[in-house]
């Protein structure tokens, strides 16, 4: 049912069993679904490790936390939806350990300085086969960036006629050390996550960098391909 209101005009929200949402037709109200939740162990650890977060930033001094707001108002990011928004120092402190997380890294509770500038790892190209199995990303990067790890991003293998891979399909596979920085060996990351390559189907992955310190992480480069014979 579409709908007008001075109140809600381009937002989504629920009340009561109602949902209150918009898509390209315009504002809409449809029924309140529950969420399902999370059953896979990948997603259950995503889910504790985030509730741990929260549980730790209520940990934080008055000092603490008003150090990571004052860092938050100098940093945007962007929702699911590609829009910019600056993200509350709660959110910057769950995010940043959140990526320190995904490359076993040390949790900080301090927040650091400004975000690094990154080195310029573009483009990449990335090479697979299935008969004799490897999986190669390549990065233009002309040395190893001191500091920084390599954070890999794929999705699972589709269609050889598939021409796009939502955001949702991306899963973390694996972090790199720089050292690997020319040419890094993905296949055994890839493989345990989502099993073996299989000839004429396509993946796509994401690659970027994340400073070891802070969890700050770069924009990502993105390479999509064929598995080969």
Do not use: C
Not at 24 to 36: D, E, F, L, M, N
Not at 131 to 154: D, N
């Amino acid at each position: 049912m579409k709908y007008l209101s001075a109140l809600l005009t381009a937002g989504s929200a629920s009340l009561g069993g109602s949902t209150f949402a918009r898509n390209h037709g315009g504002q809409y109200i449809r029924s309140r679904v529950a969420p399902v939740q999370p059953r896979t162990s990948a997603q259950q650890a995503i889910r504790a490790s985030l509730s741990s977060l929260s549980g730790q930033w209520k940990g934080l001094t008055q000092v603490q936390i008003a150090a990571w707001a004052a860092l938050a108002t100098g940093i945007t990011l962007k929702d699911s939806l590609g829009n910019s928004y600056t993200p509350t120092g709660n959110q910057l402190f769950v995010g940043l350990n959140q990526t320190l997380t995904q490359i076993a890294g040390t949790a900080i509770t301090n927040a650091p300085g400004a975000p690094p500038d990154f080195p310029d790892m573009l483009p990449i190209s990335a090479t697979a086969t299935a008969g004799t199995p490897s999986l190669a990303v390549i990065t233009s990067l002309a040395a190893a960036p001191t500091g920084f790890t390599f954070l890999l991003r794929a999705t699972p293998q589709g269609s050889a006629g598939r021409s796009f891979f939502g955001t949702s399909k991306y899963r973390v596979v694996g972090h790199f050390a720089s050292s690997s920085y020319a040419s890094i060996n993905a296949l055994s990351a890839y493989t345990t996550k989502f099993g073996a390559l299989v000839a004429a189907t396509k993946l796509s992955l994401r690659l970027s960098l994340v400073q070891t310190l802070t969890g700050f992480e770069s924009m990502y480069a993105e390479s999509t391909i064929v598995v080969g014979a």
